[in-house]
């Protein structure tokens, strides 16, 4: 008997999505490299003395030392890791972790090693990523490593700007892949290590409580309360892990001082466009119009668009807003998710649920990043491959909070950069997604009125005997939208400039908050009608 031929298709289905996954890593460090001589942000000297004093000075002295105004203020496990990194590059350079010598030390050694850390440390993203869809089929598989792994916005973040995101957001997506497999407890023990590595992404410590009491809890008195002091137990440990030194040394106030720097006011220099936008927009319109009626309306010593970060809470007639009333708003925006995550805990939602969480913390938090949308956003990737309405959700939400993000990146030569990024970015959602669902999206004919509705719903045409398609289609309102962001950015970058010349210099980046807060608000509302609609 002859040999079978072995065809093409065939050799192409035999590799593994693990080598598949590993090129789509190698793509974008390739790309990573590339920007190595981009600009850094602060972020770059507050990692670099991060590393040297961790380095430099003993555990004791870690959340008390000022040498540099960048002090640490991130959780312990964060600060081991910097302490880690510092002994490869003491190796490098040892101006590095210089203390006083190292202050603003930018030479090519430390600029490459540092590059470097951040693309090693995306391994945690790839591990996440390739947990959360070893099980999908090839063309979804491929449709989210190319959404999270190709991300626009952890290019422009973390190896332009200079942060370590995805390696962050690699321990959250580790932690849903747990808890999606219904192994709970190993679920809630990554994201008690994810706490300790940033306090931040505790916005999402209420649903994983409320879901996890429930689902791996909840049964029984005994079952129930062994299980709580396992789990009890457990995040005890990490928590002890990170915190008990300094808790040994009677740091833990100094530590918690330094991790919740409350005085630093109610926004960013820049805005992140959340709620608070139409609040502090809300408030100059009243003043300026009680001014004009002739009342006695005080102007702040202080202004939101001065690129403060101090107490910049200067209300003129709206109440002032404490951290309390933000964590209240946020818990209230909450409550329908932890209320469905209590009524039926299903491991099929949770990436849902926690991304609505994090899209709550962003809006209604406090002094808030712009860069936050990353908690949301990646997630929301991995649920974008689900069905036509996430999809079409998200396309909308990638591009709104990519292009919330390009202030970051301020100076000429950096322009071409992000705008190339999110337009690939944004060919490869439509052609991803097209893919996805538009072939062979095709319902049986059916006469009835209901499917002129949906057709109508998703953009295709339909009638009595005609076949009615539910593909990826944007709906006119997204796409009137999406234009309105190309106008946002022509004023900005030519018209301003043009008939305005310095005159009300904050207004591009004032107009970029405010639409894209409307962009956000929008999807907000929609996750919300999608948790509180799902069974």
């Not at 590059?89 to 430390?110: M, T």
């Not at 009342?295 to 003129?316: E, Y």
């Not at 990146?409 to 669902?437: C, D, N, R, T």
């Not at 709906?475 to 301003?496: A, M």
């Amino acid at each position: 008997m002859g040999k079978e031929k072995i065809s093409f298709k065939e050799v192409h289905h035999s590799h593994s999505p693990k080598t598949t996954l590993w090129w789509f890593f190698l793509v974008a460090t390739c790309i990573k490299v590339l920007l190595f001589p981009a600009y850094r942000s602060t972020d770059f000297e507050v990692h670099r003395n991060w590393l040297a004093l961790t380095h430099s000075l003993p555990l004791s002295q870690w959340y008390f030392d000022e040498t540099s105004p960048w002090t640490l203020d991130y959780p312990p496990f964060f600060a081991y890791y910097e302490r880690f990194l510092s002994i490869f590059a003491h190796l490098i350079d040892p101006q590095i972790v210089h203390l006083q010598e190292g202050l603003n030390y930018s030479s090519n050694k430390v600029v490459y090693f540092q590059r470097v850390t951040v693309i090693l440390s995306d391994l945690s993203l790839l591990y996440g990523v390739y947990r959360l869809t070893r099980n999908l089929d090839s063309k979804k598989q491929k449709l989210i490593w190319s959404l999270i792994i190709w991300s626009p916005m952890l290019f422009i973040v973390d190896h332009v700007h200079f942060q370590y995101n995805g390696f962050l957001i690699g321990i959250l997506l580790i932690s849903l892949s747990y808890l999606e497999e219904g192994r709970d407890l190993l679920g809630g023990c990554i994201f008690a290590v994810l706490l300790c590595f940033k306090h931040l992404f505790a916005v999402a410590a209420p649903v994983y409580f409320i879901y996890l009491l429930r689902h791996y809890v909840w049964g029984g008195m005994i079952r129930g309360f062994s299980r709580l002091l396992i789990m009890g137990g457990v995040v005890t440990a990490v928590f002890a892990s990170a915190f008990g030194p300094f808790f040994h040394l009677g740091q833990i106030q100094q530590v918690i001082r330094r991790l919740f720097p409350f005085g630093r006011g109610l926004c960013h220099a820049y805005w992140a466009p959340n709620f608070w936008v139409f609040y502090i927009m809300a408030d100059k319109g009243l003043a300026f119009i009680l001014r004009k009626l002739g009342f006695n309306i005080q102007m702040p010593a202080a202004s939101f668009t001065a690129g403060l970060v101090g107490d910049s809470s200067p209300f003129s007639v709206l109440p002032k807003i404490t951290p309390s009333v933000t964590f209240i708003m946020v818990l209230l925006a909450l409550s329908p998710c932890l209320f469905k995550a209590w009524k039926n805990p299903k491991p099929q939602m949770i990436i849902r649920w926690i991304a609505y969480a994090y899209t709550c913390g962003f809006l209604f938090g406090w002094h808030v990043h712009e860069k936050a949308s990353l908690h949301f956003v990646i997630p929301l990737a991995v649920v974008a491959a689900q069905a036509p309405e996430d999809a079409r959700h998200y396309f909308l939400l990638s591009i709104v909070s990519c292009y919330s993000i390009f202030p970051l990146l301020f100076e000429a030569q950096e322009y071409p950069i992000k705008v190339l990024l999110l337009l690939l970015h944004s060919i490869l959602m439509w052609l991803g997604f097209s893919a996805q669902f538009n072939a062979g999206a095709e319902t049986a004919r059916t006469p009835s009125t209901n499917s002129k509705k949906k057709a109508d719903e998703f953009g295709s045409e339909g009638s009595s005997g005609e076949t009615v398609k539910k593909g990826f289609v944007i709906g006119w309102s997204e796409r009137i939208y999406l234009i309105g962001l190309v106008v946002v950015e022509i004023w900005g970058q030519i018209l301003h400039p043009l008939i305005l010349g310095d005159k009300f210099a904050f207004a591009p980046l004032m107009l970029i908050s405010i639409y894209c807060a409307f962009g956000i608000m929008y999807s907000w509302i929609w996750q919300l009608i999608s948790i509180v609609k799902s069974l």
